[in-house]
């Protein structure tokens, strides 16, 4: 089985890569694992033009077409975010909106192979689990709409730098082993 995790930060070296790494250390032991970032790949932002709806294809073709292969190769989706000003970061967002022609509220639409599970981590500088939990409910939303089954979620505060990930360790190894 495959798993993906998703560095949703742009940021390549802080703390959300830092639980990307713990995660797929874990899941490393059972499943074949692939970690990427959303800053790797180049994504325009939705047009809004429509023509997805009648043609279940976006009109532009960048970076949205390789992340979405990945998807689809994978079994298992685990998106680790942080909290920009209370939901996921703008270049998670963008691709998020440019994934309408797999978005099962309209006919046709694109569709991933069933049986995707995914998991959502969301981490926050300060105290409030209100914030993670937006940010949880703005991946698990996007699950829902391209049919992969929400499995879990951890939400992680008073998270800024990296050398705070540490700390909380275990707790994301004990969240992996129910994946």
């Known amino acids: 089985m495959n798993a993906l995790v998703i560095n949703c930060s ?3 070296d802080g703390a959300t890569a830092e639980i990307v790494k713990i995660v797929s250390d874990c899941l490393g032991e059972r499943y074949s694992t692939e970690c990427a970032c959303i800053d790797d790949y180049d994504i325009h932002f939705c047009r809004g ?3 997805c709806h009648t043609t279940a294809e976006c009109v532009q073709h960048d970076g949205v077409d390789a992340l979405m292969a990945r998807f689809e190769r994978a079994d298992v989706i685990v998106c680790v975010s942080p909290s920009y ?4 970061p703008g ?3 963008a691709f998020i909106d440019r994934c309408t022609p797999w978005c099962n509220t309209h006919e ?3 569709t991933l192979s069933g049986g995707k599970r995914g998991y959502a981590i969301a981490l926050r500088t300060g105290p409030g689990m209100p914030e993670c939990q937006r940010v949880i409910s703005s ?3 996007f699950y829902g709409h391209l049919e992969i089954e929400r499995c879990g979620s951890l939400g992680l505060c008073s998270v800024e ?3 705070a990930v540490e700390p909380r360790r275990a707790e994301i190894v004990r ?3 129910q994946i």
């Open 49 to 51: 033009c429509r023509r």
């Open 10 to 12: 742009p940021v390549r």
């Open 175 to 177: 969240f992996c082993e």
């Open 161 to 163: 730098y990296r050398e």
């Open 85 to 88: 000003w209370a939901d996921v």
């Open 139 to 141: 991946i698990e939303h």
């Open 108 to 110: 046709p639409h694109a």
């Open 91 to 93: 270049q998670f967002k």
